[in-house]
């Protein structure tokens, strides 16, 4: 799901601000002006084969906070929302990077989707910059799954995942929602009870997870034949 937001909140007046011309009656001459246009994608991959893969937490694009500077480091300057950027604001001749950010990268648990996305922008004398720039899902989604077999054999369960170096993200036996991991090896383990009263820590999966992907693992025992330890 892909959303886009402007300084002008419709479609319509969008398309007329696209289409204005990108000179203005300067009041100074090395200067220019940013209009910043987002996207947000909340898009997560995933196998075709993972029917219960869902996109990323859907925020809005007036969620997502700005950061503007200079390639030489003399200028920095950070905005909450879209909303509060002043594009009548004046920059200097130059060229800048335009970042826009929901959530952190170290943030990881249930409900902590991590977007981000950059774009370059070169502000030109006396002239609108049009700076596009599209924010996606920067971190990985996992959740975890069981087969009927799994859940008819052990009396309890429960589940960890835990990206390298991060915290562990705990799993109820009922939990549903994917957590939101840092990019890297992440191990899945599960706390079970056996049948006879033994319980046991088993290393369910280690994987490499990407950026902006949704992982569903799917964890059986004795593949489906449940009727022996």
């Not at 429960?158 to 109820?172: D, H, L, P, T, V």
């Not at 036996?173 to 090896?185: D, H, I, K, N, V």
């Not at 706390?191 to 820590?201: E, F, H, L, S, W």
Request: hydrophobic share 35%; net charge negative.
């Amino acid at each position: 799901m892909k959303l886009i937001y402007g300084l002008l909140s419709t479609a319509m007046l969008l398309a007329i601000s696209s289409s204005c011309s990108d000179d203005y009656n300067p009041s100074e001459g090395s200067s220019g002006k940013i209009n910043p246009l987002l996207e947000l994608d909340a898009e997560a991959i995933t196998s075709r084969s993972q029917t219960q893969s869902r996109d990323a937490a859907a925020i809005s694009v007036n969620d997502l906070k700005l950061r503007l500077t200079s390639a030489d480091g003399s200028f920095a300057k950070e905005w909450s929302s879209i909303s509060e950027f002043d594009n009548n604001e004046l920059y200097k001749v130059g060229k800048y990077t335009l970042e826009a950010t929901y959530g952190a990268i170290e943030e990881e648990g249930f409900e902590k989707p991590y977007y981000y996305g950059s774009t370059e922008v070169i502000v030109k004398e006396n002239k609108v910059t049009q700076a596009s720039l599209s924010a996606k899902l920067a971190n990985s989604m996992v959740s975890i799954a069981t087969t009927e077999a799994f859940q008819s054999y052990f009396s309890s369960y429960s589940f960890q995942a835990r990206s390298k170096g991060g915290e562990y993200i705990n799993f109820s036996s009922t939990e549903s929602r994917p957590a939101y991991l840092r990019p890297g090896e992440v191990t899945v383990t599960a706390d079970v009870t056996k049948p006879n009263g033994q319980t046991a820590t088993l290393e369910a999966a280690v994987f490499v997870a990407e950026p902006k992907h949704h992982y569903t693992i799917t964890i059986d025992v004795n593949n489906g034949e449940a009727g022996s330890a």
